[in-house]
């Protein structure tokens, strides 16, 4: 006998609340179609109510996405899930997702409510969302520091309005893997309808036990639904993430005994993408989707897995996408060996004028890079450079000079608004020197909170250099992600990434839970 775990993917939700990882509705699409190659369950693509630019991704996701259930969170009010429905309407299945927090400190300090007014309002919203949609989830914010006896009447009288999924996260990561495990299990006992709904967990990382603990909360307390993120982002420390749940409970079907609908091979890309489209770089040594998650340094360990591969690995490489990491076109590929591929990555360029430009920028890359990946594909295509017109500011091109001694000096010949800007100055460094140079004209007055850069593939100096760039102002935090074989260019087209961003007019405001 086995048992399915569904695997709620909220990187477009949850995940979006992250620094600076706010998405535009085009980035959202084509993260939720990887999503849907990658066949999660269920995809939360945003909160409809939050802004009309999250009510159109939820909406665009929606129409576009055939095999997994789209779903749009709501507080418990009528009007966020009104939102969320009018939203979902296209959806093929759609579910909506509705919270109200539980614990004494929420209730109390945030909600300035009595459990009985919480109680009322869960009942009430449940049955005004089931009146609209069948598939209907319940979330008890900050659920695990919740009276338990008080979770329970909540939870029995929500399944009773229509409920069909529970989730009981653990909002601020506080909880420890056996003690949370036990949390769901003696509140499934608790109550007395518990078999009428699927029971979830959804646990952040503030402590670095999300995964230990939503593991927990299945194995002892029965849930048979995991949310999580790719690469774990989210709020603060970031959410229980997909490729470490997913990996150990297949890894692990001796101990588990559960199936998962997941394509792992579709996992390394969309790691890539969501840490291409964020700016959030992963840490090499993460797990399953980190650079060294498979490289063996030691000579034991070298020998050991030439021998025989199992001495030192529990998971192979490519059963995870590592080994979409290869080479898939070169100088001499074509315009069609190219759009084929950019529809192989579930790439849509809104016209054939799109496709030159990129075609183009492709060619360019080609001639300088001789061989060029699935991530060199992905970061050309994010690049604003492919289509300027639809952007405020655009790299036209950028010299420097530095030499040992010397102050590093830069010229940048940049546009805002199509207009053609030359701007020049001296820096600590050539990337110093080049983003004081693009401030010469544009002085945003934002605050720089990071700067990083990493290879995007790994093991050659012939590697584009990819660059982070976060800015900060008047209360907006964006990240901007440039690539280039040269990581001065690099930092060039981040820096003015990261300013369209700041100055755009597209609804990039993430939806807040
Ligand atoms: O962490 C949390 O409690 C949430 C809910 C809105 C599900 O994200
Ligand atoms: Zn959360």
Redesign the pocket.
């Known amino acids: 006998m086995t048992d399915k775990l569904i695997i709620f993917d ?1 990187t477009l939700r ?1 995940g979006e609340q992250s620094p600076g990882a706010s998405m535009t509705k085009d980035e959202k699409l084509r993260i939720a179609r990887q999503l849907e190659r990658l066949k999660v369950d269920v995809i939360e693509a945003g909160f409809a109510a939050s802004s009309n630019g999250d009510f159109e991704a939820v909406k665009a996701i929606a129409d576009h996405i055939k095999d997994s259930t789209v779903c749009s969170l709501s507080r418990a009010n009528d009007r966020d899930i009104s939102r969320s429905a009018e939203a979902l309407k296209g959806a093929s299945r759609a579910r909506i997702h509705t919270f109200i927090a539980t614990s004494p400190l929420h209730m109390e300090k945030k909600l300035r409510m009595t459990p009985e007014q919480v109680l009322e309002q869960a009942k009430q919203s449940v049955r005004f969302a089931r009146n609209l949609i069948e598939d209907i989830e319940f979330s008890a914010e900050d659920g695990y520091r919740s009276e338990i006896d008080f979770l329970a009447r909540v939870v029995e009288a929500v399944i009773k309005e229509g409920a069909t999924t529970i989730n009981i ?1 653990d ?1 601020v990561g506080y909880a420890i893997p056996e003690l949370y495990g036990h949390f769901i299990k003696t509140l499934r006992e608790k109550v007395p309808n518990s078999d009428k709904a699927i029971w979830s967990v ?1 646990c ?1 990382n503030d402590l670095g036990m999300a995964v230990a603990n939503s593991l927990a909360g299945v194995k002892i307390g029965g849930a048979r639904q995991v949310e999580c993120t790719i690469n774990g982002l ?2 603060r420390a970031g ?1 229980c993430s997909l490729e470490e749940i997913v990996m150990a409970v297949k890894t692990r079907r001796d101990y588990f005994g559960l199936d998962v609908n997941i394509d792992t091979s579709q996992i390394v890309p969309a790691s890539r993408m969501v840490s291409q489209t964020t700016g959030f770089v992963v840490q090499p040594n993460k797990a399953v989707v980190g650079a060294n998650a498979f490289a063996h340094a030691s000579g034991i360990h070298q020998d050991g897995v030439l021998k025989a591969r199992d001495t030192y690995e529990i998971m192979r490489a490519e059963d995870v996408g590592w080994s979409a990491n290869k080479i898939v076109l070169g100088k001499l590929s074509g315009r069609n060996a190219f759009k084929q591929r950019l529809e192989e990555l579930g790439i849509e360029m809104e016209s054939e004028t799109d496709i030159n430009t990129a075609f183009a920028k492709f060619k360019e890359l080609a001639d300088r890079k001789a061989e060029i990946f699935d991530e060199d594909i992905l970061a050309l295509v994010s690049d604003e450079s492919v289509t300027p017109e639809k952007e405020q500011y655009g790299l036209v091109s950028l010299a420097q000079q530095s030499e040992t001694g010397e102050r590093p000096h830069a010229r940048v010949v940049f546009t805002i608004d199509g207009k053609e800007l030359v701007g020049e100055a001296d820096g600590n460094g050539p990337v110093d020197a080049s983003l004081k140079a693009i401030e010469t004209h544009v002085k945003s007055g934002a605050e720089l909170l990071l700067y990083s850069v990493n290879a995007i593939t790994t093991g050659s100096t012939e590697s584009q250099g990819e660059v982070t760039v976060r800015l900060q102002h008047g209360g907006r935090v964006v990240n901007g992600v440039g690539a280039d074989p040269d990581i001065v260019v690099a930092s060039a087209k981040a820096y003015l990434s990261a300013l369209n961003k700041l100055h755009s007019k597209a609804d990039r405001v993430a939806a807040q ?1």
């Open positions: 909220t949850d996260p909002t959804h952040h989210g709020e959410n839970g």
